[in-house]
């Protein structure tokens, strides 16, 4: 569609207003997998209560939002098995890494952080060597 | 007040990342497809992130604390270390698979279906076992 570019840059907009909200008054951070990562392997429990509650808000506004619409749809692929290793390496790797898209990618590219600009830059190589081996050689996705 | 700041950082964040269409694994299979049919969409999802997040940086850095209280994040670390380098393809290996991270993948899951479920089930595992996974990469480094 020729509005997506529009659509990116406005939701991105949204995600960087959501980071800097979280930065300016809470004072944190807002990265996805150390925000999840740290409740679950229960490091970093003096803030659980203000992790719970921007999950909450992270799943229940988009939630309301594709009830309403009716037309959110991940595609995600019906090859399981490929979605639990996938699954697996995007757990481990942003936990080993310290950071994913939100905590690297938005909040430390936007600080020039190095480790922010490196972690990006070799996530998205993986990603794309990935694509290229598994739709265009393989052709599982 | 910091709970509820936190849970409208979260919802818009959640909004965020359904308009732009992180939350749509075509998408972002479709970005990372550079050899392929090409979908430029993320950089400008990215680039409309960094923007406000870069003044966010540069009006914290005005303030001696943030709006409730507390205080502000360190500056970032300057070593690179090989479990940035490790853990970012790892990411990005599974990252390319599923076309999901962790951002999407929890703020899709009432309409994510099996898949969206399974991978959020095998992602928090993945959370669970990392930080054995780090001691032996630390373990691998000084043998």
């Given at each position: 569609m020729p509005q997506d570019w529009l659509l990116g840059l406005l939701g991105g907009a949204l995600i960087g207003l959501a980071a800097a909200a979280y930065l300016l008054i809470?004072?944190?951070v807002m990265g996805a997998s150390g925000i999840i990562g740290s409740l679950v392997d229960r490091t970093a429990r003096?803030?659980?209560r203000e992790r719970i509650a921007f999950l909450a808000g992270l799943v229940l506004f988009p939630g309301v939002a594709a009830l309403v619409t009716g037309t959110a749809n991940t595609h995600v692929t019906g090859n399981l098995a490929l979605v639990a290793v996938a699954g697996l390496l995007v757990g481990v790797g942003t936990r080993v890494a310290n950071g994913c898209t939100s905590g690297h990618g938005v909040c430390g590219i936007s600080r020039l952080s190095l480790r922010g600009i490196v972690a990006t830059v070799f996530y998205i190589g993986?990603?794309?060597?990935?694509v290229v081996l598994f739709r265009h050689l393989l052709g599982w996705i | 007040m910091r709970f509820l700041a936190a849970f409208l950082s979260g919802g818009l964040f959640g909004i965020g990342l359904m308009i732009s269409g992180m939350t749509?694994?075509?998408k972002v299979i479709g970005w990372l497809d550079i050899f392929g049919?090409?979908?430029p969409t993320l950089a400008f999802v990215m680039g409309g992130a960094i923007i406000p997040m870069a003044i966010a940086w540069q009006i914290a850095?005005?303030?001696a604390t943030p709006a409730l209280g507390g205080t502000f994040p360190a500056p970032p670390e300057p070593r690179l270390g090989r479990n940035l380098v490790v853990g970012s393809v790892l990411f990005g290996a599974g990252w390319g698979?599923?076309?999901?991270?962790p951002g999407p993948a929890i703020a899709s899951i009432v309409w994510g279906g099996?898949?969206?479920a399974v991978f959020l089930v095998t992602m928090i595992l993945g959370m669970v076992a990392a930080p054995s996974i780090k001691q032996s990469l630390a373990g691998a480094q000084t043998t």
């Open positions: 809470n004072g944190r003096e803030n659980a993986a990603g794309g060597l990935t | 749509d694994t075509r049919d090409w979908d850095a005005r303030r698979l599923a076309g999901l991270c099996v898949g969206g």
